[in-house]
């Protein structure tokens, strides 16, 4: 089950009072007046949303159908996968995966139980707890790779071009910073144009 972010109703209702009206591509939206001047990185905010629920609704319906498995055990191999030696603290899977520590510990236990991960102890920290795959979750994710890069190509990545990914990837890397998570993009390079000019 993937968990798609939206800025919907709450943030409409926040504005009731001391709000302006901003008619845009046949919507009207209600925005807090301080937000105006915001109107297009909301309008990003909510596309962002929109395309992760888009592409990961698929993703997950695959992989269910596939291995009848739930999309967030597949969001765990993920990380684990992607992870330094895949090898992944919890605190850090916890962080990546927008969980609680207690939410993902509930979630690891799943999946050790089904023998796709298993915890492991660090030699220098024993209060340090690890995720790591079992022969079983690698295979798994081995048998699914090949049908959610398909998706992965036709939902998402056929659309952009090279140039506006990496404007996507440096754009978000600021925003990740600021809310303190590691962005998942390679840093400018020296002869690169900035974020601002990247697609002129």
């Known amino acids: 089950m993937c968990r798609p972010f939206f800025v919907g109703a ?3 209702a926040f504005g009731i009072v001391a709000s302006a009206t901003i008619v845009r591509y046949h919507r009207i939206v209600e925005l807090p007046e301080e937000l105006l001047k915001y109107s297009d990185a909301i309008d990003a905010l909510r596309a962002i949303g ?5 592409v990961m609704e698929v993703v ?3 992989v269910e159908k596939q291995e009848d ?10 990380e684990v996968i992607e992870a330094p030696n895949q ?4 605190t850090d899977l916890a962080r990546l995966t927008l969980r609680s520590k207690s939410g993902a510990t509930r979630l ?10 298993r915890r492991e102890t660090s030699p ?15 295979a798994l994710f081995e048998r699914v790779k090949a049908p959610v890069a398909k998706i992965l190509i036709d939902r998402f990545a056929a659309h952009v071009s090279p140039k506006e990914a990496r404007f996507i990837s440096l754009a ?20 690169e144009p900035s974020p601002a000019g990247a697609l002129r």
């Open 172 to 191: 978000l890397a600021k925003v990740l910073k600021a809310n303190e998570l590691e962005p998942i993009v390679a840093p400018l390079r020296p002869e």
């Open 60 to 62: 997950g319906k695959q």
């Open 108 to 117: 690891v236990d799943r999946l050790t139980e089904a023998d796709l991960v």
């Open 87 to 90: 090898r992944i603290k919890m």
């Open 10 to 12: 709450g943030l409409v």
């Open 69 to 78: 498995i739930p999309f967030d055990w597949f969001e765990v191999l993920i």
């Open 124 to 138: 220098e920290d024993r209060r340090a707890v690890y995720v790591t795959l079992t022969d079983n979750g690698r």
């Open 50 to 54: 929109r395309v992760r629920w888009a």
